[in-house]
């Protein structure tokens, strides 16, 4: 099993930043790729990005390709989501996700493995 936890959500205002962080702990050596995912209400779950566990491979939906960045720590196991820019529909519920394959561009949720607890986001006008 992978635990995942998310952590960094908040309030901000609108043009503001936020950083995401995800730790994962377990046997994360099955984990080939992580992403991150967004969820408001009403709404599906959303694909944000996602990076391999060797960094070296990104990928970004188009809604935030120029605003957000997708990093990670391998010391640490921990990967991040800066978030720039930030807009009012941004504001969702924040998840990290893993995933046992090697590829990226896997956007849809049941491609994805394990699953944090999320973290909120909440960008006011």
């Known amino acids: 099993q992978v635990q995942l936890v998310e952590s960094g959500g908040g309030l901000v205002q609108a043009g503001g930043s936020l950083r995401l962080s995800c730790a994962a702990s377990?046997?994360?050596?099955?984990?080939?790729?992580m992403g991150w995912f967004r969820q408001a209400p009403g709404k599906e779950r959303e694909f944000v990005g996602s990076?391999?566990?060797?960094?070296?491979?990104?990928y970004y939906a188009d809604s935030v390709k120029d605003r957000f960045t997708i990093s990670r720590n391998s010391a640490k196991n921990t990967v991040y989501l800066q978030m720039n820019s930030l807009k009012p529909e941004d504001t969702a519920a924040y998840y990290c996700?893993?995933?046992?394959?090697?590829?990226?561009?896997?956007?849809?949720?049941?491609?994805?493995?394990?699953w944090g607890q999320g973290t909120q986001v909440t960008v006011s006008s």
């Open positions: 990076i391999s566990w060797s960094g070296g491979s990104k």
């Open positions: 996700a893993a995933r046992r394959s090697w590829d990226t561009r896997a956007t849809m949720p049941r491609l994805y493995d394990y």
């Open positions: 377990g046997r994360t050596f099955s984990v080939y790729v």
